[in-house]
Every structure is written in structure tokens, then in C-alpha cells.
């Protein structure tokens, strides 16, 4: 099979799943609860009326099936109905709003975990002695244990109140102001050249994503040390000994050979990722697609919360085809 | 089984923080929701974890926050567990479109994230502690389905299997006697991994007060209104709650390494 084919095949393969968490969020949120509309509102007495024409306003008076078919077509153009709370705001403006917040939040969270994860099974894996070994495969089967609020919190602490050294919440401090290209702050501020904000973002954006990174770092540092441990009793090390090729040098060698299953991992986490950035968002207070889920939550605002659990049901679907592609693209044995 | 030192400290833990659930009514000093000192005291020798910011004792409503996570941890892996093992054993064992279908529903639920699935699910069928319970055991229902599937699809053709078929027993009792006692230590293991992550969803939706209502003490939502005084430097309001929870969490991740550890022992000999 052509790499083309195997994209399109995988990809068809994705639609399924995506359908079926559609299919799934879509009779959690809108046929279990009684009328979302009363919900949202908290009261009982409000004219028939209004209500009728509240549930035609916002598309609930049709009959089920018929709003699955719509939500899921208006869905993919890109419209997510209308907020019940807040009348005639667009959530799919709400979103796009939010979304780069979570991206940026994510794409640091990520190299933090690469690189305490990989660097603390690194220096195990090149270790002669077995202490720091059993220490490293304990600290990569126990990070995911570590509540995020509450590591947060601490952290907050520490370098906020008492070191006061680093912000404790947001994107940027007050009366820093920033023009949005891409909506990543370190990055926008970095193409326009403006070292202060840079300086500032940055500041912020240190312990939400070492919190993050942190409790996803273990299972990095585990395979990182299981594939070194691999590789280094492999013949290729007995080869390069005999040769008597420094210690150093094999280290580096062995860590690139062991790296390669360690990367089509990255794919694996993206779903615990989601999970732990709406915890890491809601704690520092990051303005992103999390903190606006629990905002709407805290409101039960179900039209908005059923767009942001149906677009990470998306971003899952998107992103483990995205994982099977990578891995098809460094290791051709996949494809067939 | 071989008792390890993983497995040893993390039963420990988790006996001392069931027992202080279990005990609360003597070990506290305090009521857990009424006043019993000033505003944000400080730990002292009267309130050794101090107070919040209504004035109540800290260590009272730690110490009662422990019924709130235990028992939405104890229903929500045993109500998993259940439905999970009987979906896997069944779907393993007859295999076919029954198998196919609920493999594939299994399998988009585990790909997707299981707070948010957990967060919907809470919202959806309303904030209380039953609720929450119910919710979190049906993201972990895959967890145990395809750890089963998986184990009976390799077993169901060992020959003592084959033998039982052989003799003509029914269905039920092949899979509950000669199956199901086979998959225990795997369950063991996989029962302690999620108890730990249950503790960590049960914060969690407790953190995004979906869980209990004021003033009942729960670790998530103390620890949620402690942020707000992170500035005033109450920290004793931010490390008790949340210690506890990383402290139970813990527990059951070192049982469940302890486990398996000795599994693997057990494996190679």
C-alpha cells in the first residue's frame, strides 16, 4: 500500500469513532437531561411562552434526530449554535477565541514532559548503577498520581506568594498588551520582535506548563530508559566497545536509536493532555477552551458545553490519525 | 504472591486514610461545617491544621473529606469493574458481531479523554456524589473491558478450556470457573490503577464543584475555595486537601506497581 493510501485509509477509518463520540456526547448532554433550557435558567417559572420560543430560538424544539443530523452538519461548517446564557453570541467565536490559548498551553506542556521525561530516563538509562534505575521506572509509573490543582496551587505558592518571582495566573500581566497573529503569545510577540512581552509571556506561562508537563513526564522517562536498556544490550554496543568507542559516545548513539519509539508516543498522551489542560487552565486561571468548559458548566450552558466536548472528540479523532501517519512515515513496515 | 515494599506502603496508606473514614467521628476535634475558632487561624496547638475562611477546623473536615472520596471510589471501580469484566468475558468468549461492535464502542470511549467524558457525564446527570460515581465508573468500564477481552481471547483455547467445553458445562460456568479466576491478579492490578485515577477524577469534579454541595467537606472542593486565598497566604487551606489527595492517590499507585511487580516476579520464575 502507497503512503497515500494509508492516509486515506486510516482517515477513513477515523470518521467511525468520530461519529460514534458524536453520537455518544450528543445523548449524554441532550437526551438524558430533563429540558436544558430550564437547566440553564435555574427556574421553573417562566411563561410558556418564552420557553417555547427560547427552545425555538436555539433549535430544541425539533425533534431529536433531526437536531443530530443539523448540529453535526453545521457542526463540520464550522457553526456551534448560539449560547444560552448569553443571547446571540456565536460559541464557535468563543471558541476560536480560546483555542490558541489551549494550544499554546499544550505545545509547552509538551516540551516540558519531552524533556524532563526523556532527560531524567537518559541519565538513568547512562547510569552503571541500579539506585537511580529503580528510582527513574518508579517517578515514570507514579507522575500521572500528582493531582494537577493541587500541584498547581503549590506552585503558585512558592513562586508567587513566597518567592514572588513569577505570576500566579493569566496569559499576561495587566496593561501588557498584545496585536494577535497566531494567538500564541510567545510567539506573536517573538514576530514582532517585542522582547518585553516575550519576557512576560514566557513568565506566565512557566508553571502552568511545568505542572502539566510534569505530570505527563512519566511514561516518557519509562520508555526512555526501557529502550535505552534495549538498545544498549543490543550487538551494535558490543561492536562499538570493541572498538573502543567512548562511553559518552555510545550514550548519544543508543539515545537516538531509542528515541524513535519514544516519538510516535507523543501521539498517545495527546488525550490525558486534554484532559489535564482543562485542570491546568481552571488552576492558573489561562484563559483557554478548559477554563470557558468549567465557566459554562458552572452556568449549564449545554449548547456551548456540548461544542467544546464535540470538538475535542474531534481533536482526538484528528490527532490519533495524525499519530498513525507519523508512524507510517518513520517505520515503512506499517503500511503493509 | 510475594508481598513487595511498594505493595506493604501503599495498603498501608490506604488502610490509615479508610480508617480515618471510617473513625472520623472520634478522630475529629471539630464539626467539619460548623465555626469552631477565629477566620484563617494558622495551624496552632487548638486547630493544628487551622482554620478556613468560615472559621471551621481544617483537620475536622479532612478528616471527614475522606467518606466523600471513598465512597465514589469504592462504587465507581466496583460498578466499572463489574460491567466491564462481564462485557469483556462475554464479548471475548463468544467473539462475532457482538464482539466487534462493542470492541469498537469500547475503543472510541478509551481514545477519548476520560475527565471530560467524566465532566459531561456529571453535568448531564446532575451534580451529586451517586452521580459522580456513576459517571466516572462508566469511563473506566473499557479500562477492564479490553484488559479481559484480550486475556480470555488467549485462554479460552488453553486446554483445560477446551476440556470443560468438552464435558458439556454451560457457558456461565466455563467463563466463572475456569476463566474468570485466571484474570484475577490482572484485575488486581488494573483495580488499583484505576482506584488511584478514580481519586484524581473524584477531585477533580469535585475541583469543578460537581460533586457535593456546601458545606459538606470533600478534598477537590476545599482545596477549590482555598485558591482563593493563595494571596492572603492560607496555605495551610491548599496543602492539607490537596496533600490527601495526592497522599490516596499514591497509595493505590504503589499497590498497583507492588502488584504487578510481583506478577512479573511470579512470570519469570
Known sequence: MGLARYIAFRALLIIPTILLLYTLVFIVLRVLPGNPVLAALGTKNIPEEQLKALMRELGLDKPLYQQYFEYLINFLRGDMGYSMIIRGRPIANDIADKFPATLELAIWAMVMSFALGVGFGYVAGKSRGTALKHIARLYGSITYIIFIPALGLFLQLLFGRWLGVLPTGGRLSPGIYINSITGLYTIDSLLQGDFNTFADAIKHIILPSLTLGLVLSGPFTRLTLSNMERVLGSKIVVAYRARGVREEVIARHVFKHALIPIVTYLGLQFALLLGGAVLTETTFNWPGLGTYLVDKIMYRDYTAIQAVVILFAFLVGVISLMTDVAYALIDPRVRY | ?269
Open chain 2, 1 to 269: 504472591m510475594t508481598l513487595n515494599i511498594y505493595t506493604v506502603i501503599g495498603l498501608a496508606v490506604i488502610l490509615v486514610i479508610v480508617l480515618m473514614a471510617l473513625l472520623a467521628d472520634f478522630i475529629a476535634p471539630y464539626s467539619p461545617v460548623e465555626a469552631s475558632g477565629m477566620e484563617l487561624e494558622s495551624p496552632n496547638p487548638l486547630h493544628i491544621m487551622g482554620t478556613d475562611n468560615l472559621g471551621r477546623d481544617v483537620f475536622s473536615r479532612v478528616v471527614y473529606g475522606a467518606r466523600t472520596v471513598i465512597v465514589v471510589v469504592l462504587i465507581a471501580v466496583i460498578l466499572s469493574g463489574v460491567i466491564g469484566t462481564v462485557l469483556g468475558l462475554v464479548s471475548g468468549y463468544i467473539s462475532g458481531v457482538l464482539d466487534k461492535i462493542l470492541s469498537f464502542v469500547m475503543d472510541s470511549i478509551y481514545a477519548f479523554p476520560s475527565l471530560i467524558l467524566a465532566i459531561a457525564l456529571s453535568v448531564a446527570l446532575g451534580p451529586n456524589i451517586f452521580n459522580a460515581a456513576v459517571a466516572i465508573a462508566i469511563t473506566y468500564i473499557p479500562t477492564y473491558f479490553r484488559m479481559v477481552r484480550g486475556q480470555v481471547l488467549s485462554i479460552k483455547n488453553e486446554s483445560f478450556v477446551e476440556m470443560a467445553r468438552a464435558l458439556g458445562l454451560p457457558i456461565t460456568r466455563i467463563m466463572a470457573r475456569y476463566i474468570l479466576p485466571q484474570l484475577t491478579q490482572t484485575l488486581v492490578v488494573v483495580f488499583s490503577m484505576n482506584s488511584a485515577d478514580a481519586v484524581l477524577t473524584e477531585a477533580a469534579l469535585s475541583f469543578f464543584g460537581l460533586t457535593v454541595q456546601p458545606p459538606t467537606p470533600d478534598w477537590g472542593f476545599d482545596l477549590y475555595k482555598g485558591r482563593g486565598f493563595i494571596l492572603s497566604g492560607a496555605w495551610w487551606m491548599l496543602i492539607f486537601p490537596g496533600g490527601m489527595i495526592t497522599l490516596l492517590a499514591l497509595g493505590f499507585a504503589l499497590l498497583s506497581e507492588g502488584v504487578s511487580q510481583s506478577y512479573v516476579v511470579k512470570e519469570g520464575e
